[in-house]
T-cell receptor
Framework: RKEVEQDPGPFNVPEGATVAFNCTYS??????FFWYRQDCRKEPKLLMS???SGNEDGRFTAQLNRASQYISLLIRDSKLSDSATYLC????????????FGKGTRLSVIA | NAGVTQTPKFRVLKTGQSMTLLCAQD?????MYWYRQDPGMGLRLIHY???????AKGEVPDGYNVSRLKKQNFLLGLESAAPSQTSVYFC???????????FGPGTRLTVL
């Protein structure tokens, strides 16, 4: 089983739609969780951290289910500018292990 | 704060040439990382460092060497470039193993 798995997409949605991405991780010792956004040919940038109780930042909501080891990202009222690849990221567990990045889910928001 | 910077932004090499990519961060971060990303693919970790003077191998270390002589700099060396090393190279840093990483803008390397 891969450490972090995501549906690669692409998800093609109209403007204004709500879209959800899920991600599963294999290391039950992981303690930090993030969603990053990567635009074409650019560096990944932090979209939001994911907390156990769930958290929201404007149109974006992240949820964590530790028992099932999955993380979700919900985008409401999609904008054209939301078109990007969304990376699910999990810390590698105890110690200095590097973050583990999923391969990403590609989103295209269409006018 | 400039954050994480990478030098150069673009480079074209011939097979067998060597070069060094420089990553610099001004956030006093302990942890630094080098990744490569091929077209349409995910990030792959090459080498990383958990503090000044330390380095460790990542997922794809072969053909690369690194050094962290100063806390703010992390150098990635290609000893004898091969066409398979054509890629975009990203550097990243963070202050703790539990916090997010900050990425540099990338170096686009082509090996002919």
């Amino acid at each position: 089983r891969k450490e972090v798995e995501q549906d690669p997409g692409p998800f093609n949605v109209p403007e204004g739609a709500t879209v959800a991405f899920n991600c599963t991780y294999s290391n039950s010792a992981s303690q930090s969780f993030f969603w990053y956004r990567q635009d074409c040919r650019k560096e990944p940038k932090l979209l939001m951290s994911v907390y156990s109780s769930g958290n929201e930042d404007g149109r974006f909501t992240a949820q964590l289910n530790r028992a099932s080891q999955y993380i979700s990202l919900l985008i409401r009222d999609s904008k054209l500018s939301d078109s990007a690849t969304y990376l699910c990221v999990v810390n590698g567990g105890a110690g200095n292990t590097p973050l583990v990045f999923g391969k990403g889910t590609r989103l295209s928001v269409i006018a | 704060n400039a954050g994480v910077t990478q030098t150069p932004k673009f480079r074209v090499l011939k097979t067998g040439q060597s070069m060094t990519l420089l990553c610099a961060q001004d956030m006093n971060h302990e942890y630094m990382y080098w990744y490569r990303q091929d077209p349409g693919m995910g990030l792959r970790l090459i080498h990383y460092s958990v503090g000044e003077g330390t380095t460790a191998k990542g997922e794809v270390p072969d053909g690369y060497n690194v050094s962290r002589l100063k806390k703010q700099n992390f150098l990635l060396g290609l000893e004898s470039a091969a066409p398979s090393q054509t890629s975009v190279y990203f550097c990243a840093s963070r202050d703790s193993p539990y916090n997010e990483q900050f990425f540099g803008p990338g170096t686009r390397l082509t090996v002919l």
